[in-house]
């Protein structure tokens, strides 16, 4: 089963910086679940600090920032570490979120195809469901839209 929009953030259960998280410790607040290739290297690098350069503004609107990558919780909380984020990050290890969220494609890496971790970010409302999605993500710009997109969710509700 792969996640669409208007389906319930499905059940699983993984490891995280924090801990084991549940899906069901998600539900309550707007969720934003983004995938990224590789910790430390300069996209992930730049998405993960715009993200965090916005979280008082996400919490404010009442919304969590995970992000999910193939990597180890050791270099996730290296990575957390290092740059000071102030949310979590899931170690995919087994790509069993990946495979759910269908993020795991053919890119093209120096001239050759090879699958990989395409970035992408899924926003679930309070109640759970999807509400939008954003794959092949271009990092610039995209945590403020992630955040304009809660805001208007919110406004016309």
């Known amino acids: 089963m792969q996640v669409k929009l208007d389906m319930l953030l499905p059940n699983f259960e993984v490891q995280s910086t924090r801990g084991t998280i549940s899906s069901q410790d998600l539900v309550g607040k707007y969720l934003i679940l983004y995938f990224y290739p590789k910790d430390n290297t300069p996209g992930c690098t730049c998405e993960a600090n715009d993200f965090n350069s916005l979280y008082q503004d996400f919490t404010a609107a009442n919304a969590e920032i995970i992000g999910v990558s193939r990597d180890t919780i050791k270099s996730h909380a290296n990575f957390k570490t290092k740059k000071k984020l102030q949310f979590d990050l899931i170690a995919d290890t087994n ?3 990946c495979d759910l969220f269908a993020v795991i494609n053919s890119k093209s890496i120096f001239g050759k195809t090879a699958l990989g971790l395409v970035r992408s970010t899924f ?3 309070p109640d759970g469901k999807l509400i939008r999605e954003w794959r092949k993500v271009a990092v610039k710009d995209h945590a403020k839209m992630v955040l304009a997109t809660i805001l208007a ?4 509700n």
């Not at 969710?153 to 016309?156: C, D, F, G, I, L």
């Open 153 to 156: 969710h919110q406004a016309s």
């Open 123 to 125: 926003l679930f409302g």
């Open 95 to 97: 790509s069993k979120l």
